[in-house]
């Protein structure tokens, strides 16, 4: 299991993109995070009794070792160090947002037993180094990536300790070997507030702030009377909004709804997504909260609840919401789930945030687990996830060659033909121009 300390440490004890030593007031700091982040879970988390643990004795040993940090950075991985003790998907530390950030230039993916290249940029270190989409991650700076650990791996690389470069080990779909090391470029940010802002930044933040909604919003494309595919990136539209896209889909015999990816979102949102895409009352199951039991049931939408064939596509990286839905959908056989095996990531969590003292001033904060659901069946999918009706996986060639079959083959079953080349480019986003 990757061990977020020892990834803080791989490199020189220190990460590269930050490596000053801690001051006085910096330790202060983190000390102040340690305490106010340690008492949210006291108060808030959905289990009274932490699971047994002694959590005052672990917050004594954690403030050990901030002392004995030799940076923030690493400060910051002991206090998620400490939350990684409830051994839950939910509950984290969410530092201050590092003045750094990374663009690696690649990203990658667990595919069934595989971790797999998914992208890599045009023109970025990894490609002139030889990286390619479909090759397999052996390891990331020592680390070996695997289904269990690839959340969390990626947590540090992008949250916790983003470095200015990674080396990684690949194995290409011919079977050679290549230990690469991969530069990404960094991003230098201005602090959340105080004195050492500028207007210029504020108005970053909102423009930045607006993309990521964009980006986020359900998106449809319809393929004649037959099929209409409907890619939800996160589930954060609600309401009308969620009748209106039901309403598009209406029109069709089939909707395919893509949670590929899909790391969760609002209840309200997948509320109403269920309650469009069924006409009766439905048992989701039992939320079990910190001081009470209740049972979770939908109502249906009897008039305009789409009725046609359902199909809903998942992976490893459909985390939370994107997962309750996915279940219930195949618990009620109302659709057809395909894909691969879910993140097993399905607690409900709120972020409670806090500011640091001083100027400038930093926002911090963490995310804590308010309850588990247990399904309709009476298991809860956390560590566990959904097994699709069938698994259908991209190969290493797939991803070389820009592919979606899974799509493709979705469609399929629609009597759409959608080649798997095209299946790729259905949801290629262009941001709104200014």
Known sequence: MLSIVCFAAAVGVTPKVHGQQMSRVEREREETMLQNVSADVRKYYFDKNLHGLDWDALVQETKAKIDGASNVLVAHAEIQALMERLNDSHTNFYPPRNTNTVDYGWGFKVVGKRCLVTQVEP????????MR????VLAIDGFAVDRAGASKLKYAMYTLMPRSALVVDLREPNGKILHVTAAGIVHKHAPVTGLGDSTWALNQQRIDGENTWFELKAQYKELGPELMV????????????????MKKARNHKTLIVDLRGTPGGMVASVDSFFEDVFTHEVKIGNLVERDKVSPQTIKGNRKGAFTGDLIVLIDSETASAGEIFARVIQLQERGTILGDHSSGHTMESRVYPHWTDGDPSFLYGDGVTIADTVMSDGKSLEKIGVEPDRVFLPSPSDLQAGRDPLLSYAAGLAGVTLTPEDAAKLFVRELPKD
């Open 123 to 130: 023109k970025s270190d990894a490609e002139s180094k030889g």
């Open 230 to 245: 409907l890619r939800v990136p996160q589930f954060i539209q609600t309401g009308v909004d969620v009748d209106n896209l």
């Open 133 to 136: 989409p479909g090759d397999e």
